[in-house]
């Protein structure tokens, strides 16, 4: 098993390519503090828990918005005081909504750029204490092909997946003498709630998927094995990097 005995914490891990990692985790032998974000989600995160240990020893849901400051550094004791300590943190919670630059409400980029960038940096700096103090950690960041393929009406997200491939290469040279690593996964199209937009328009559907050279969107248990991979002593040798995992998208098939 990849990940036998390792604490970890997956944010945003009530849906989607979160609750795949989460459940790859506990597959791979790790101890896993799911995060969820508010009460809607709560019965989802409890659900994840209870498929990977219902007697609670090895799997417990954590409700915290990863932008608020106070809740994460709570989010963190709590994976600390449950599990001992911290060796892996999957940052992946994340949020996106399609609008023109020049109409977007400052309030839509602050969420954005909270929730995805900011919310890296709070739960980075809080777990990467107990890492840096123990000399062992893993810090995956959920980024996207976003961090450097431009996307018309979402410059909020593509600020904030841009800003993380600078956020995750700088972390990665500060914390590598202290045996902590920090990198990247960047997913392509992807089949999870955050896509409905498009998986539930035929011709929206199409056109993305012509834009990815295996001709399909991924499923959110192809990124929990690269973020399973990335997270493992198989990978000691990887940080500061971002591993994209897209269908051969970012080779922009289109461009003839
Ligand atoms: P999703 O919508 O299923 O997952 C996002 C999760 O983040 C949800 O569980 C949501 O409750 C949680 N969340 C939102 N705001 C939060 C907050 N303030 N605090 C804590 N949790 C919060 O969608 P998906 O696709 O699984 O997204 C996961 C990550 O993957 C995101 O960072 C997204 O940007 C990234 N990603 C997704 C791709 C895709 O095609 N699905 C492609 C590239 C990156
Ligand atoms: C977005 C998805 C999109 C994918 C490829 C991801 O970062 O969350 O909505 O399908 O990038 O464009």
């Known amino acids: 098993m990849l990940l036998e005995g390792r604490r970890t914490l997956i944010t945003g891990a009530s849906s989607g390519i ?20 508010s009460d809607k989600e709560k ?42 300590g911290i060796d892996v943190l999957v940052n992946n919670a994340g949020i996106e909504k399609q609008v023109a630059t020049l109409e977007m409400p400052l309030e839509m980029w602050n969420a954005v750029l909270r929730t995805n960038l900011t919310g890296a940096f709070l739960c980075l700096r809080e777990a990467g204490k107990h890492m840096v103090a123990q000399k062992r950690g893993v810090i995956v960041n959920m ?50 709630p955050i896509n409905d937009f498009v998986l539930d328009d035929a011709e929206a559907k199409h056109q993305v998927e012509e834009e990815i050279p295996l001709g399909r969107f991924g499923q959110p248990e192809e990124i929990a094995g690269a973020v399973a991979w990335a997270a493992s002593d198989q990978a000691a040798y990887v940080t500061g990097t971002t591993l994209v995992v897209d269908g051969g998208m970012s080779t922009y098939p289109r461009f003839i």
């Open 43 to 84: 019965p989802d995160a409890q659900a994840v828990c209870a498929g990977l240990d219902p007697s609670g020893a090895r799997a417990f849901a954590f409700q915290a918005d990863v932008g608020d400051e106070q809740q994460v550094t709570a989010m963190i004791a709590a994976v600390v005081d449950r599990f001992g």
């Open 143 to 192: 980024s996207s092909v976003h961090e450097f393929i431009p996307w018309p009406g979402f410059a909020h997200y593509c600020a904030s997946k841009g800003g993380m491939k600078l956020l995750t290469q700088t972390v990665a040279r500060e914390l590598a003498a202290q045996g902590v690593r920090c990198l990247n996964v960047a997913p392509g199209a992807i089949a999870t």
């Open 18 to 37: 979160g609750k795949a990692t989460a459940e790859r985790f506990g597959a791979e032998g790790a101890l896993v503090c799911v995060n969820y974000f």
